[in-house]
């Protein structure tokens, strides 16, 4: 191996134990993911939740489930289920637009601030 690839592999390494420098770009970036990820978890989680249910009332009435749990008749509880879960599906769009944009209100200020101090350099 010659020297100029020996000292090529040494920085890769050596970069990787340095402490890195945080830089204004950097803290923009945590400021919007700050902005984002509750807003995303919540639509994730709220949307599989309503998927969940959707599905289960859908079970009810295209199986024979209700009937193993010991009910006479699951078309009425599974269609009610189903449209419940529906609804909530439907719903978490308008719910997750809604959280981000309060969020994106409350961090603004900061974000532009930092965001023109980047751009003036």
Avoid: C, H
Avoid at 22 to 45: C, G
Avoid at 68 to 86: C, S, Y
Avoid at 96 to 103: E, P, Q, V
């Amino acid at each position: 191996m010659d020297n100029n690839s020996q000292n090529f592999i040494v920085e890769k390494i050596r970069t990787q134990y340095m402490e890195k420098e945080s830089t204004e770009l950097d803290a923009l970036r945590e400021l919007d993911a700050k902005v984002k990820r509750p807003a995303n978890v919540f639509a994730y989680v709220f949307g599989s939740i309503s998927a969940i249910i959707m599905g289960s009332g859908m079970s009810l009435v295209m199986t024979d489930i209700g009937e193993n749990l010991g009910m006479a008749n699951a078309m009425i509880p599974g269609i009610i289920i189903g449209v419940i879960g529906m609804l909530m599906v439907i719903i978490n769009y308008p719910i997750y637009k809604k959280f981000l944009g309060s969020r994106r209100k409350k961090y603004a200020d900061k974000i532009i601030t930092l965001s023109n101090k980047i751009m003036k350099g």
